[in-house]
C-alpha cells in the first residue's frame, strides 16, 4: 500500500512562493498517476493540479493555471507543487494523492497523504 507524506507548507505573503513535496512510501509510485488537492476551513476539497505516470500530461484548476507547477520525480518517488504569485485565497490544507488514472475528481484516487497547510497573509 502506498502511503503518501507531503511538506513545504507553510506562512507566506501574498505574492510569494512555496513548493509543496510529496514522498512516496514505495517504488510502485512510479505507476500511479499523482493529483494536488486542496481544502479550506468550510470548503470542500477542491481539485488543483494532476500529472501523469510519465510527467507527459498535466491538468490543472483554472484558479492555479499559469501560477503552479505540477512535476515528478520517479527516481526519487516524490511529486512536486511549484506555487507562484500565491494569494490568500490559496489558503488551505494541500493533500498530495495517488491514483490509477488522471482524474480532477478526489473520487478517482486511492491513496491520500495527510495534508500540510498553506497560509497566505495579504
Known amino acids: 500500500q502506498v502511503q503518501l507524506e507531503e511538506s513545504g507548507g507553510g506562512l507566506v505573503q501574498a505574492g510569494g512562493s512555496l513548493r509543496l513535496s510529496c514522498a512516496a512510501s514505495?517504488?510502485?509510485?512510479?505507476?500511479?498517476?499523482k493529483g494536488w488537492f486542496r481544502q479550506a476551513p468550510g470548503k470542500e476539497r477542491q481539485f488543483v493540479a494532476a500529472?501523469?505516470?510519465?510527467?507527459?500530461?498535466?491538468y490543472y484548476a483554472d484558479s492555479v493555471k499559469g501560477r503552479f507547477t505540477i512535476s515528478r520525480d520517479n527516481a526519487k518517488n516524490t511529486v512536486y507543487l511549484q506555487m507562484n504569485s500565491l494569494k490568500p485565497e490559496d489558503t488551505a490544507v494541500y493533500y498530495c494523492?495517488?491514483?490509477?488514472?488522471?482524474?480532477?475528481?478526489?473520487?478517482?484516487?486511492?491513496?491520500w497523504g495527510h495534508g500540510t497547510q498553506v497560509t497566505v497573509s495579504s
Open positions: 494523492a495517488a491514483g490509477r488514472s488522471l482524474n480532477v475528481q478526489s473520487s478517482g484516487y486511492d491513496y
Open positions: 500529472i501523469s505516470v510519465t510527467g507527459g500530461r498535466t
Open positions: 514505495e517504488r510502485t509510485f512510479s505507476t500511479y498517476t
